[in-house]
T-cell receptor, first 114, second 113 residues
Framework: DTGVSQDPRHKITKRGQNVTFRCDPI?????LYWYRQTLGQGPEFLTY????????KSRLLSDRFSAERPKGSFSTLEIQRTEQGDSAMYLC????????????FGQGTRLTVV | AQSVTQLDSQVPVFEEAPVELRCNYS??????LFWYVQYPNQGLQLLLK??????LVKGINGFEAEFNKSQTSFHLRKPSVHISDTAEYFC???????????FGAGTRLAVHP
């Protein structure tokens, strides 16, 4: 395992459709984060898992968004009834449980809603 | 709450010239500071981080940054840039003891021959 893996890398979907993204963190990392990055902006925090427990969710994560990490390994981020404003890069990061260690980022999933 | 301001959205510079990318933060609690680099259509790679100790931090690719608590700044510097340094650079802060990162809007560094 050489890093954080995200799938797919690109997704084009029609408005109103549901989409699901997957993140596979570095295998020994307990912490997993999702961020959203819109064009010309820095990443914004969406949610955070410690093992399988979702410990924090941003108010950016509306009711249409849901994230899971069922076995404390990979995570999925689902967006229901997509809107054009959901178009963004969705980044996943993982880190060991030791505080303030570097967070390792995946290459992201770029979502385009048409 | 913490926030980060990157004072320049774009910085053009000639190859082999020095560069400084400016970052200011605000926080009512102790923080840790980070600089990340993002190449086109890629994720973020950590350049360097300040947790405690010496205020001058050295990172990868010849970059360094200085933490200035009184000015709440964490500016990134490189004495001589290369074409390959062309990328987006993000300053980020996290509350001490907590991993969630708050990012600035980014600075696009464009290195010209």
């Amino acid at each position: 395992d050489t890093g954080v893996s995200q799938d797919p890398r690109h997704k084009i979907t029609k408005r109103g459709q549901n989409v699901t993204f997957r993140c596979d963190p570095i295998s020994e990392h307990n912490r997993l984060y999702w961020y959203r990055q819109t064009l010309g902006q820095g990443p914004e925090f969406l949610t955070y898992f410690q093992n399988e427990a979702q410990l924090e969710k941003s108010r950016l994560l509306s009711d249409r968004f849901s994230a899971e990490r069922p076995k404390g390994s990979f995570s999925t981020l689902e967006i229901q009834r997509t809107e054009q404003g959901d178009s963004a890069m969705y980044l996943c990061a993982s880190s060991p449980s030791t505080d303030n260690t570097e967070a390792f980022f995946g290459q992201g999933t770029r979502l385009t809603v048409v | 709450a913490q926030s980060v301001t990157q004072l320049d959205s774009q910085v053009p510079v000639f190859e082999e010239a020095p560069v400084e990318l400016r970052c200011n933060y605000s926080s009512s609690v102790s923080v840790y500071l980070f600089w990340y680099v993002q190449y086109p259509n890629q994720g973020l790679q950590l350049l360097l981080k300040y947790l405690s100790g010496s205020t001058l931090v050295k990172g990868i690719n010849g970059f360094e940054a200085e933490f200035n608590k009184s000015q709440t700044s964490f500016h990134l510097r490189k004495p001589s840039v290369h074409i390959s340094d062309t990328a987006e650079y993000f300053c980020a802060v996290s509350r001490a003891g907590y991993n969630k990162l708050i990012f600035g809007a980014g600075t696009r560094l464009a290195v010209h021959p």
